[in-house]
């Protein structure tokens, strides 16, 4: 079946500007997650919703950073001003429910590079 | 404060020449540790999870285990396509939070 999709691929923003990145996972899963991987560093998680549970945001580094999920499908991830700091993959994952432990399917993420 | 350290940072083999992987962990309580690859350009593919101490999996020429302090990947007699960065992450109990705990991971190189 169909993995977890992420757009776009790639992304080139300039500085100050606002972006949207958009993640679809396996249909069927509850839970989905939000990474970003920076170069030469460790995945690092940012959010995580559950059903129709509020979101734990615990892992988003600024208030630039939001996301939101439509109930059990598609997620966005909005960075609004972006920085340079910004620059790393975005990864989305899902799980067929959440508190597992539970292995977590990624998809290929979104490169975003901050000019 | 969880951390997950991975060693050797990168590992250059012959293809057939077995060796290990390391990965040490400090988790308030382990829900459990998963071991993911990850080809250049791409999302981490699952692996393996290992729940409690002394628990082993195998997958073709890959094979993890299990302490309380730390896990292992072995992989016996590697061929080129075993190329891959190898990432380990753990998962703490309680507080709800389901996110893992990434190693910045072991990129291995295995050579014809």
């Known amino acids: 079946g169909a993995g977890v999709s992420q757009s776009p691929s790639n992304k080139v923003t300039e500085k100050g500007k606002d972006v949207e990145l958009r993640c679809d996972p396996i249909?069927?899963?509850?839970?989905l997650y939000w990474y970003r991987q920076r170069l030469g560093q460790g995945l690092e998680f940012l959010i995580y919703?559950?059903?129709?549970?509020?979101?734990?945001k615990s892992g988003l580094p600024s208030d630039r950073f939001s996301a939101e999920r439509t109930g059990e499908s598609v997620s966005t991830l909005t960075i609004q001003r972006t920085q340079q700091e910004d620059s790393a993959v975005y990864l989305c994952?899902?799980?067929?429910?959440?508190?597992?432990?539970?292995?977590?399917?990624f998809g290929p993420g979104t490169r975003l590079t901050v000019t | 404060e969880d951390q997950v350290t991975q060693s050797p940072e990168a590992l250059r083999l012959q293809e057939g020449e077995s060796s290990s992987l390391n990965c040490s962990y400090t988790?308030?309580?382990?829900?459990?540790l998963f071991w993911y690859r990850q080809d250049p350009g791409k999302g981490p593919e699952f692996l393996f999870t290992?729940?409690?101490a002394g628990e082993e999996k195998e997958k073709e020429r890959l094979k993890a285990t299990l302490t309380k302090k730390e896990s292992f990947l072995h992989i016996t007699a590697p061929k080129p396509e075993d190329s891959a960065t190898y990432l380990c992450?753990?998962?703490?109990?309680?507080?709800?939070?389901?996110?893992?705990?990434f190693g910045k991971g072991t990129h291995l190189i295995i050579q014809p």
């Open positions: 992450a753990v998962q703490a109990q309680g507080g709800g939070a389901d996110g893992l705990t």
């Open positions: 290992l729940y409690s």
């Open positions: 249909s069927g899963h509850t839970a």
């Open positions: 919703f559950q059903g129709n549970s509020a979101p734990d």
């Open positions: 988790v308030s309580g382990l829900r459990g």
């Open positions: 994952a899902s799980s067929p429910r959440s508190g597992g432990p539970y292995e977590q399917y």
